[in-house]
């Protein structure tokens, strides 16, 4: 599979809970990481989607949202992941940041200049990358 998105995560639904319209679909990453999305019920039904079921979860750099110094902080964003910056790529007006999570998972954001000045983005600096649980595309196995 080929896909033009930098954030390409394999792993296992580990978590399917249906609601009305929606459904919530946590998959479970290598080393220990989770991300969470939102689908419609049509989709769990055209994926077959299913606990067990291999899984891939796609989120474009632009769609991820980092932060520093969050620990006072609560969002609504289902996806916060805490973990190290691991590089940080200056553009013209923006930057491609690499976090790191514990699990070696890695998240690519794509932020202003501005934003790595501002929160004091560079490798080796704890941050967190924030992705509502509605940017996260689930794909399976064709």
């Known amino acids: 599979m080929k896909v033009s998105a930098r954030n390409v995560?394999?792993?296992?639904i580990s978590r399917l809970v249906t609601g009305a319209v929606n459904a919530e679909?946590?998959?479970?990453?290598?080393?220990g990481d989770s991300l969470v999305?939102?689908?419609?019920?049509?989709?769990?039904?055209?994926?077959?989607?299913?606990?067990?079921?291999?899984?891939?979860?796609?989120?474009k750099a632009p769609w991820?949202?980092?932060?520093t110094?969050?620990?006072d902080i609560r969002l609504s964003?289902?996806?916060?992941?805490?973990?190290?910056?691991?590089?940080?790529?200056?553009?013209?007006v923006n930057a491609e940041v690499v976090v790191t999570l514990p699990g070696g998972n890695q998240v690519?954001?794509?932020?202003?200049?501005?934003?790595?000045?501002e929160l004091g983005l560079a490798p080796g600096v704890a941050a967190t990358a924030v992705i509502k649980a509605s940017?996260?595309?689930?794909?399976?196995p064709a």
């Not at 991820?64 to 932060?67: I, P």
């Open 25 to 31: 679909v946590v998959i479970g990453l290598a080393g």
């Open 64 to 67: 991820v949202m980092l932060m």
């Open 108 to 117: 690519t954001a794509m932020v202003t200049r501005d934003a790595v000045k």
């Open 69 to 71: 110094d969050g620990s």
């Open 37 to 59: 999305a939102i689908v419609t019920l049509e989709s769990v039904k055209s994926l077959g989607l299913a606990v067990g079921k291999e899984a891939v979860a796609l989120v």
């Open 9 to 12: 995560f394999k792993g296992t």
């Open 135 to 140: 940017h996260v595309i689930v794909g399976v």
């Open 77 to 92: 964003a289902r996806n916060c992941l805490a973990g190290t910056v691991a590089s940080v790529e200056d553009g013209a």
